[in-house]
């Protein structure tokens, strides 16, 4: 069940390395975090409200520099990106975010449709790709539908087939079922794990639903008092 | 079903705001270069007709005499033309000083030659003179260039205070326009957000959001310089109704092809302005991010 292995062998899909999280001019929320992820990893990231978990994946997903020390992706250190190389980045990388970040005026197929356009593609070559995907989380008959005439779990829904549109190579989650009941909460988690077997994707899902997580046998890391540790798995971090 | 929305949403209310604000800044810019422009074309022809004009006295003669002396004038080189003042336009022209019950009776008074010399012409004092001696009659040049070079200096003091108002007036629109659009846009930040974590490069997310307000400003100040032209045409219309434009003293507003041109650059400038402030704006709100 190693999830999380240290090893110079294979570049891995996320290296932390002493990292320092948090904003400039005041002192750290997390440091020296320390951390492996390989290809194909899932693996949930916990702690209580305020710990410092969106901030570490706003980090993460390259919204926010960090403060000292390293983040390799895929064995390209972000130190050596230039912003066209952090863009390009970013476009293997799905992010859910909590609180969904959908653009009101586009529909759920325009909003999932968006990282393809700002890639430069045609509607002509994505349109069954992003069909497909939003019957795939259940939205089939949604799928000309504006947020704001969407539920919750709907919206939370697009989010997430808008993460997984361009088939990224790491996944990361914050709080995805915080806005949907148990049930729903479940089903996007399996819906995660099916993206990560399908695909070999790495997938990063911060929570503090500590119930949902029991339910899955996935390795879990936590944060508290500004550290990152392990708590489930054979986890080096 | 049309399944490529614009990436930015269509004009809101904050928006509207920005259009009515760039509309009449464009409007009221254009106006003040066109009153501006028409002001210096009134002065310049009111300097000219000032600078060319003078008048030949002469003193203990007749008017055959004199008529004799202003048709030799009237023929000189440079010269546009030269014609004796009848008495009743003396009459006239020392009224202010004798009030309504006219002249004394018996009063000396010098004879007037009102001359109109060419623009550009060679300085005709000296040959008024030597026609003078040749008819042997007494008499003095009186030119108005004392006078001519003050009301130019006070006409370029209104050129310069003209050009002065115009260029404030489009600087502080320009800096209005730049910060309208830097407020509309820092209220998107949202899909600035969106557009940077879907991997969108900062130039396209600054092209996007550049066309968009170059766009609006382009419409907007459209639509003021209109509403210049309009107003213009109206000024025009009114003025040749009343015969107002005849007045050297009021600004000639004729809607030629310079002014046309002032009208289709205004708004052009004012979609330079939003695009750049546009532009700028974006990749400064990038630049603080990762």
């Known amino acids: 069940m190693s999830r999380f292995r240290l090893s110079l062998n294979d570049e891995p899909a996320l290296r932390l390395d002493q990292l320092h999280v948090g904003y400039g001019g005041s002192d750290p929320i997390i440091r020296d975090a ?46 050596q990106m230039s912003r066209k190389d952090l863009a390009s980045m970013r476009r293997r990388i799905g992010v859910v975010f909590q609180e969904f970040r959908l653009l009101d005026h586009l529909t759920a197929f325009e909003n999932v449709a968006l990282p393809l356009r700002v890639e430069g593609r045609k509607l002509d070559s994505y349109a069954h790709e992003v069909e497909d995907l939003l019957r795939w989380v259940g ?82 890391l936590r944060i508290q008092d500004g550290r990152l540790s392990p708590v489930r798995g054979e986890v080096q971090a | 079903m049309n399944r490529e929305s614009p990436l930015l949403p269509h004009t809101e209310a904050r928006e509207a705001a920005l259009f009515f604000v760039i509309g009449a800044l464009c409007f009221l810019a254009a106006l003040a ?24 006295v002469l003193q203990d003669t ?52 009102a001359v109109q010399a060419a623009p550009d012409a060679p300085d005709p004092e000296p040959a008024i003179t030597t026609i003078l001696d040749q008819a042997e009659v007494e008499g003095e040049v009186s030119g108005h260039g004392g ?82 032209l309009m107003t213009t045409a109206l ?23 310079v002014d046309f041109a002032i009208l289709v650059v205004t708004p052009v400038i004012a979609g330079l302005a939003a695009r750049g402030a546009a532009r700028i704006t974006v990749l400064q709100a990038l630049k603080g991010t990762m």
Request: net charge negative; with cysteine; hydrophobic share 45%.
């Open chain 1, 139 to 220: 939205l089939g008959d949604r799928i000309d539908t504006p947020p704001p005439r969407l539920s919750g779990g709907e919206q939370q829904r697009v989010a997430i087939a808008r993460a997984l549109i361009n088939k990224p190579d790491l996944l990361i989650a914050d709080e995805p079922t915080g806005s949907v009941d148990p049930e729903m909460g479940r089903k996007i988690f399996r819906l995660f794990m099916e993206l990560n077997k399908r695909f070999n994707t790495t997938v990063l899902i911060a929570t503090h639903d500590i119930g949902l997580i029991s339910e899955f046998d996935k390795p879990v």
């Open chain 2, 33 to 56: 270069a066109l009153t501006t422009r028409g002001t210096y074309a009134a002065a310049a022809a009111w300097g000219d007709q000032i600078e060319g004009e003078f008048t030949v």
């Open chain 1, 34 to 79: 320390t951390l492996r992820l390989d290809q194909g990893d899932f693996s949930f990231l916990t702690g209580q409200s305020g710990a410092g978990k969106s901030t570490l994946l706003k980090t993460l997903y390259l919204a926010l520099p960090p403060l000292q020390g390293e983040i390799c992706l895929f064995g390209q250190s972000t130190w």
């Open chain 2, 62 to 113: 007749d008017r055959r005499t004199a008529t004799g002396i202003a048709d030799d004038i009237a023929q000189m080189t440079g010269i546009d033309g030269a014609r004796l003042l009848s008495e009743a336009e003396l009459d006239e022209l020392l009224a202010p000083s004798f009030g309504p019950g006219g002249l004394p009776d018996g009063l000396p008074l010098p004879l007037l030659i």
């Open chain 2, 235 to 257: 000024i025009v219309f009114s003025a040749s109704s009343s015969g107002a434009v005849e007045s050297q003293l009021l600004p000639r507003l004729s809607l030629d092809i």
């Open chain 2, 147 to 228: 006078f001519a070079r003050q009301v130019q200096r006070a006409l370029a003091v209104l050129r310069l205070i003209g050009i002065g108002a115009v260029s404030l007036l489009a600087a502080t629109a320009i800096a209005v326009i730049a910060f309208a659009t830097h407020a509309a846009l820092l209220a998107r930040k949202d899909i600035v957000d969106v557009l940077h974590l879907s991997g969108a490069e900062d130039r396209f997310i600054a092209r996007l959001f550049a066309r968009r307000f170059w766009v609006l400003a382009l419409q907007a100040g459209s639509g003021g310089a209109l509403a210049a």
